[in-house]
């Protein structure tokens, strides 16, 4: 397996699963901003969409969106812990991702886009730090999202909230959130994906 990634994106997400969970892959890095591969490949056709994180598969096969490709390694590897196989403790775990994903990623595009005005994104910055509080309140007497298990959805939360920082979005105050992201840092595996990335660890 081949993971296209840029360095702190989403791709950090899936990333962090594929070691979690053991499995051989290669990375790719991808400069979104030219949509071009380290090897001077235009993205575009490798992914249409022009986006991170893009899987490619041993059969040549092209798999997109991260959520799904989170989802994808976790039931490859069959590691249970991070995506539970059935029931409710499943659905607990893509319900967070649901919730990262709509509520929580995409709020952040407003804050990176340069021709938004200054009204929009404090409007924005002030939403997105309204759901970030109440995901403080949920991770109150909790090591990750669903309990004490490290699953797919903590990857990605673990992803998201560290951007931040790069928008002024101060989030500092919200201890058990800050809590959750020292932890899912310190992991071994986390560390190794940083590293990875070039990003700090």
Sequence with gaps: MKLYFSPGACSLSPHI????????????KVDTSIHKTADDVDFYSI????????MEMDDGQILTEGSIIAQYIAERAENRDLLPASGMARYRVLEWQNYITSELH??????????????GKARTAELLRKKFAWVNSRLEGRTYLTGDTFT????YLFTVSNWSKYVNLDISDLTHLQNFIAIVKARPHVQAALKAEGLPS
């Excluded at 699963?17 to 790719?28: M, P, S, T």
């Excluded at 709020?107 to 021709?115: E, I, R, T, V, Y």
């Design 106 to 119: 995409k709020s952040f595009a407003p804050l990176f886009d340069a021709g938004m005005p200054a009204e």
């Design 47 to 54: 992914n249409p969409k022009g986006q991170v994180p893009t």
């Design 17 to 28: 699963i594929l070691r979690e969970a053991g499995l051989a892959f290669n990375l790719q």
């Design 152 to 155: 797919v959805a903590d990857a």
